[in-house]
């Protein structure tokens, strides 16, 4: 439809374009400005997610291969190489990271109030490392995106945060630090092996069974610190509680998903005979995390941290689709990643719209405010009935395809999935039932108003999402069916070899 961008290096746009809009807001004068800075934040974000959608329009879903491929020669005589290209396992991870940047932008419109300029200048460079690392061939060129990403992060949360936002901060920083390293070594090994950083080849390598145990484990500790597996999850609840509002949903819509792709793209894809090995005990951890953080949400006091909890829960089912190696099970996990991201998003820009008029998260200061918020109540019941899996939402559709491959596998763990449904349910209902029903017995809410324009504006697209999601999921899962298939083919023939 749009055949220029076949002409052009439409990937490199996507990728440096918020990074341009960064220096742009930097060369700005420094003085009374905060509105233009917000504005050129916002319109480099915009662009970036017209461009993500040319990409879409303009992607064949009958391709297993990546698409619109750049390759340049990086450095001296390795193999080192800027190889970048899109398949239907990145392109709606780069597409929800395109979406939710610039409702961020608009999210942050009026609660930050100190250092806007900057602020603005790490969202965007954000923006550019995580598309970057979804779009990267070369496994080096991955691994500097994908670490480089806790540098914004960590500064957004660390800045911007709440009054315990330092530790907070170092928290996450260090938890991640961790297994970065571990990945880096795995990273080096990799090369003097097999001459080679490019992953489609790294697909077709044969290592030694003792050396790709070893190249798992030190990939899992990276990502299973980012997806966050149990018990590896514990820098989340806090970070989620100390980042602004607009940091916790970058977190828990992308930065989240970095470990499932990283399950997908090197575990089973690089390491399938590895991930054979250890997948009964990833499982195992999978299960603890949906009923263990399920039950731990359901006694938490704090908002935010009963949806970081929730976020450790569905993330467990993401890991449960992703190692059981069949076809639904992975695009289960898939359209689930894809779900959270926009959900959990739309939960915590929801939580942000309480916090901005009352100034606390606890539970039980709110009641009733129904009577005053009544859009601001569907609004959050949408989003509540998506987060437990409500046929006709995009939660349904990733729980059940997840479920169904769940059982295909092993009966008793599709059961064990099918709990995580049930307790959502249970922590999810009993916290809308605290926020909006009954008598508002707190005088302060007497006065809380609904949602404004810019608020609706925010969330308005995100229901649009949920429902064409859960309404008409092939539009999703076509795209993804041939790359996802040509993973778990190398997977048989590599364990039946």
């Given at each position: 439809?749009?055949?220029?961008?076949?002409?052009?290096?439409?990937?490199?746009?996507?990728?440096?374009?918020?990074?341009?809009?960064?220096?742009?807001?930097?060369?700005?004068?420094?003085?009374?400005?905060?509105?233009?800075?917000?504005?050129?934040?916002?319109?480099?974000?915009?662009?970036?997610?017209?461009?993500?959608?040319?990409?879409?329009?303009?992607?064949?879903?009958?391709?297993?291969?990546?698409?619109?491929?750049?390759?340049?020669?990086?450095?001296?005589?390795?193999?080192?190489?800027?190889?970048?290209?899109i398949d239907g396992i990145s392109l709606f991870l780069v597409?929800?990271?395109?979406?939710?940047?610039?409702?961020?932008?608009?999210?942050?419109?009026?609660?930050?109030?100190?250092?806007?300029?900057?602020?603005?200048?790490?969202?965007?460079?954000?923006?550019?490392?995580?598309?970057?690392?979804?779009?990267?061939?070369?496994?080096?060129?991955?691994?500097?995106?994908?670490?480089?990403?806790?540098?914004?992060?960590?500064?957004?949360?660390?800045?911007?945060?709440?009054?315990?936002?330092?530790?907070?901060?170092?928290?996450?920083?260090?938890?991640?630090?961790?297994?970065?390293?571990?990945?880096?070594?795995?990273?080096?090994?990799?090369?003097?092996?097999?001459?080679?950083?490019?992953?489609?080849?790294?697909?077709?390598?044969?290592?030694?069974?003792?050396?790709?145990?070893?190249?798992?484990?030190?990939?899992?500790?990276?990502?299973?610190?980012?997806?966050?597996?149990?018990?590896?999850?514990?820098?989340?609840?806090?970070?989620?509680?100390?980042?602004?509002?607009?940091?916790?949903?970058?977190?828990?819509?992308?930065?989240?998903?970095?470990?499932?792709?990283?399950?997908?793209?090197?575990?089973?894809?690089?390491?399938?005979?590895?991930?054979?090995?250890?997948?009964?005990?990833?499982?195992?951890?999978?299960?603890?995390?949906?009923?263990?953080?399920?039950?731990?949400?359901?006694?938490?006091?704090?908002?935010?941290?009963?949806?970081?909890?929730?976020?450790?829960?569905?993330?467990?089912?993401?890991?449960?689709?992703?190692?059981?190696?069949?076809?639904?099970?992975?695009?289960?996990?898939?359209?689930q990643m894809i779900s959270h991201g926009i959900v959990s998003?739309?939960?915590?820009?929801?939580?942000?719209?309480?916090?901005?008029?009352?100034?606390?998260?606890?539970?039980?200061?709110?009641?009733?405010?129904?009577?005053?918020?009544?859009?601001?109540?569907?609004?959050?019941?949408?989003?509540?009935?998506?987060?437990?899996?409500?046929?006709?939402?995009?939660?349904?559709?990733?729980?059940?395809?997840?479920?169904?491959?769940?059982?295909?596998?092993?009966?008793?763990?599709?059961?064990?999935?099918?709990?995580?449904?049930?307790?959502?349910?249970?922590?999810?209902?009993?916290?809308?039932?605290?926020?909006?029903?009954?008598?508002?017995?707190?005088?302060?809410?007497?006065?809380?108003?609904?949602?404004?324009?810019?608020?609706?504006?925010?969330?308005?697209?995100?229901?649009?999402?949920?429902?064409?999601?859960?309404?008409?999921?092939?539009?999703?899962?076509?795209?993804?069916?041939?790359?996802?298939?040509?993973?778990?083919?190398?997977?048989?023939?590599?364990?039946?070899?």
């Amino acid at each position: 439809m749009f055949n220029f961008i076949y002409n052009i290096p439409i990937l490199s746009i996507v990728i440096f374009l918020p990074l341009i809009g960064a220096f742009t807001i930097f060369l700005l004068p420094n003085k009374n400005n905060s509105n233009l800075v917000k504005i050129t934040a916002l319109f480099f974000s915009f662009l970036t997610f017209i461009f993500s959608i040319l990409i879409w329009i303009n992607f064949d879903n009958n391709i297993s291969e990546y698409q619109f491929v750049e390759k340049i020669k990086w450095f001296g005589n390795f193999n080192f190489y800027y190889h970048i290209g899109i398949d239907g396992i990145s392109l709606f991870l780069v597409l929800l990271s395109t979406f939710l940047t610039p409702i961020c932008v608009l999210a942050s419109w009026n609660n930050i109030k100190v250092k806007i300029k900057e602020y603005m200048i790490a969202f965007l460079i954000l923006e550019t490392l995580i598309i970057g690392m979804f779009l990267c061939i070369d496994l080096l060129l991955f691994y500097i995106f994908f670490e480089s990403v806790l540098i914004p992060m960590f500064l957004i949360i660390g800045i911007w945060g709440g009054s315990n936002r330092v530790y907070a901060s170092f928290k996450f920083f260090l938890y991640t630090l961790l297994g970065s390293v571990l990945m880096l070594l795995a990273v080096i090994y990799i090369y003097q092996q097999s001459g080679t950083m490019d992953i489609r080849e790294l697909q077709n390598h044969n290592f030694t069974d003792n050396s790709e145990y070893w190249l798992w484990l030190a990939f899992f500790a990276s990502f299973a610190v980012k997806i966050p597996m149990w018990p590896f999850h514990t820098w989340l609840p806090d970070a989620h509680v100390e980042a602004p509002t607009a940091g916790s949903v970058i977190l828990a819509g992308i930065l989240l998903k970095m470990g499932g792709y990283g399950f997908i793209r090197f575990s089973l894809g690089i390491f399938p005979v590895a991930s054979n090995f250890f997948s009964t005990y990833v499982i195992i951890l999978s299960i603890i995390a949906i009923i263990y953080t399920s039950f731990v949400a359901l006694a938490q006091k704090d908002i935010k941290k009963l949806i970081a909890y929730s976020s450790v829960a569905h993330m467990g089912i993401v890991t449960i689709g992703i190692f059981i190696f069949n076809q639904q099970g992975i695009e289960g996990a898939m359209i689930q990643m894809i779900s959270h991201g926009i959900v959990s998003a739309a939960l915590f820009l929801s939580v942000g719209v309480l916090y901005d008029r009352m100034h606390t998260r606890e539970i039980s200061f709110y009641g009733g405010i129904v009577k005053n918020m009544p859009k601001y109540a569907v609004f959050f019941m949408i989003f509540t009935l998506s987060s437990i899996g409500l046929p006709g939402t995009s939660g349904f559709i990733g729980e059940f395809l997840t479920i169904l491959g769940a059982y295909k596998f092993n009966i008793l763990v599709s059961i064990f999935a099918a709990t995580g449904i049930i307790l959502g349910a249970m922590y999810m209902l009993y916290l809308y039932k605290r926020i909006f029903f009954g008598k508002i017995t707190n005088s302060k809410l007497e006065i809380i108003t609904d949602l404004n324009f810019r608020e609706t504006i925010i969330l308005a697209p995100i229901i649009i999402l949920i429902f064409w999601i859960g309404l008409y999921p092939n539009s999703f899962l076509d795209p993804m069916h041939a790359p996802l298939e040509n993973i778990i083919t190398n997977y048989e023939n590599k364990i039946i070899s």
